[in-house]
């Protein structure tokens, strides 16, 4: 049997760790080079297969694939585009099938979240009907934390570092100068459906008037009245008030908060995020000085304050996925199986993909304290292995040193392929 | 001659490192107490000398005091309060002088910016005409960097490097996904005035292409059509387009960019800052999706990412504060003189407070490139070194351990003096 080659692609938002996932699955195709060829990756993700623009990674050094393990973001780019049902999209799915079988390619690995696992279901399924099987084996990453079966998603953790560090530091701050300036201090940030984000920022307050005094969640409706009052009650308990707020935070009728702060003078909705509107809201209300912060970006893409658990999980699941494909399994996708809290530990298992595609993990109830403005022990205890350890990468000149990858396409073979991106 | 106690306080915004130089003030002052009594500190800055509220650190293990040196904020509180002349504000100034001879204190030491080394020069002026002689030593702090004769000043070379760590982070993530979603990213930096901070920024760019691609600076008139074309050249070239803002700049007109963009439904000014106008702009006229983000109290509370060089610097500011003063110098400030750009070199000098007080000291104009949105070749030189090492604090439990400190009051001796805050 001749070695088949390998496609990996990177899908959606990326993170702070996504790379280190890149870098387990090929340092271990690497070390199967008896076993299987080359690893083409795509070029801007799944799309880049659809146009045969593949990365041939075997022209990248040991050493640059290594750096992939401290290196952000996307080293081979990223694209939103989900692909729909085999049936709308059939022409879509068979491409990707000629593509691989004019590459010799029999594995499919596919890194990102929810959708991007239903995908890699599908190419299984549709492989298998055109009489050329992919091996195809999902790679578990996004920031959301919303995959089911696994104790978490890669590039969470980091992300959770890092609010819980930044709303630490930020609120050090705010107490200092709160007797006579800023007393308000609002940190957004990302999570539209689910606020595991919002959530890690709670692990910081270790005990009672330790900041953020306040999380909003997108799961709790937002009541005005009550959270005014939690504000206040802060500042007059503890000189000030830090809160930590969803970017997906709605009032009872549904509305995001951050869509509720009117139009500027061009007649566009509210150009600032959601923290501006909770900021403003307490001046208008309570009167105190405030000031606001929104991540945005730099809380998914923060490598330097990176967990060292999930790093250690991502550059995991894509080793391990490689090592599945090369025991035969199929349509799976490995997962991190939690075996204690406190030591954490950890080890590797598998889902099927059929149990993955499109089942969204929410954050428990029990996990959201009962006036629905903090998080619970249980919460704490989940989320609180998922931010330990530290893991910098090397600087240089007083920066981080990331690497940029040569990402040389393979020559085509096939005809231009046109659809609708 | 009895050994007198010691007066610190820290003054208008903290930093990531002002804690660094009280640290090495106090540890000094510990070493010397052959020479010297207790420091006190004023709770909340010099409106804790005002109300008598004096922090007794002599309470405070070693280990904490230590501890100071790598936790961000002001451990003792600091104000925005800024006594004003000696003839408007005679009645402080007296006060300060009264509390300092009831508490046996013959030492002043005043870690701020431009206007507290006024202020510490004033309070050894009136000190000798009140016949009550008191040592002031000013100790330089300011994320603005826009103190006189000192290469720099503590607290900025964390900022630059936070700065610069984060828009290179980001970038990357955007550059990543810009194929088909954000292409615009745009990262709001502190700078009313200067733009130090923003140039920092600048730094994350090493070649041809490298992010951020725009630098605004408060220096430069803002020129929407220039800017404009500026954005979709790299766009075009690059993929994207990585644009750090400072909050300062403005347009031909002298107003602020940030207050450009109108009204809410409630009648408030814009409550975003400028990024997200700057994002708007770009969509309205060039039609790219964008990202943005407001690193706000973030960016100089980041102790994480701290500077090696600015935490010794800070440490080193503290120390010789303490040193000049056993020196019998008064009325001066230690300064970082640079003895070298490459390899950088430092060493210790001093300033008298009449040359420093409110004298501020712009960014040279060939600091910035001709098109006035980059840093030129002399800027990068300077700054190199600023944000060059890392010190990271410890950990426990994957978040930074910082010092609370026990903050105990000295009992008073004297009356209730009313002021107005």
Chains 1, 2 share one sequence.
Not at 204 to 214: L, M, S, T
Request: charged residues 25%.
């Amino acid at each position: 049997m001749s070695k088949k080659n390998i496609f990996y692609a990177q899908s959606g938002g990326v993170t702070a760790v996504i790379n280190a996932s890149a870098c387990g699955l090929i340092e271990t195709a690497r070390k199967n080079s008896d076993k299987v060829g080359k690893v083409y990756a795509g070029l801007n993700g799944i799309i880049g297969a659809l146009h045969e623009d593949l990365i041939d990674t075997s022209l990248e050094s040991d050493e640059d694939i290594h750096a992939l393990r401290h290196t952000p973001s996307g080293a081979f780019g990223s694209c939103r585009y989900k692909l729909k049902s085999i049936e709308e999209s059939k022409a879509q799915y068979e491409r990707l099938i000629e593509v691989f079988k004019a590459h010799d390619i029999g594995y499919f690995f596919y890194n990102g979240g929810g959708d991007s696992q239903d995908t890699a279901h599908k190419v299984s399924q549709i492989g298998e009907k055109m009489g050329y099987p992919v091996t195809c084996v999902g790679i578990p990453k996004t920031v959301d934390n919303d995959l089911p079966i696994t104790d978490n998603c890669p590039g969470f953790g980091s992300v959770a570092k890092y609010v819980a560090v930044s709303i630490r530091e930020a609120s050090f701050d705010v107490a200092s100068m709160a007797k006579t300036s800023t007393k308000i201090f609002v940190m957004e940030v990302m999570g539209r459906h689910a606020g595991w984000i919002a959530a890690a920022g709670g692990i910081a307050a270790e005990k009672e008037g330790d900041a953020p005094h306040i999380i909003l969640f997108p799961e709790v409706a937002f009541d005005q009245e009550k959270f005014l009052a939690k504000v206040d009650n802060a500042v007059k308990n503890y000189g000030y008030c830090s809160i930590v707020v969803s970017e997906g935070v709605r009032n009872a009728e549904g509305k995001f908060l951050a869509e509720a702060g009117g139009t500027d003078a061009f007649g566009h909705a509210q150009l600032g995020g959601v923290a501006p509107v909770v900021a403003q809201m307490i001046k208008d209300n309570l009167g105190y000085k405030y000031h606001w912060a929104v991540a945005d970006y730099l809380q998914r893409a923060a490598r330097h304050i990176a967990s060292k658990n999930d790093v250690e999980q991502a550059y995991a699941m894509g080793e391990a996925a490689m090592n599945l494909a090369l025991e035969g399994k199929n349509a799976v996708m490995p997962t991190v199986v939690r075996t204690s809290d406190n030591p954490y530990t950890w080890e590797i298992g598998s889902a099927n993909l059929a149990d993955v595609a499109n089942v969204e993990k929410m954050m428990p109830e029990d996990f959201i304290s009962e006036d629905g403005f903090g998080i619970t022990e249980k919460c704490r205890t989940y989320l609180q292995p998922l931010i330990s350890g530290e893991d910098y990468p090397p600087y240089e000149n007083g920066l981080p040193k990331y690497v940029v990858l040569k990402n040389q396409l393979v020559e085509k073979k096939l005809p231009t392929f046109d659809f609708d991106e």
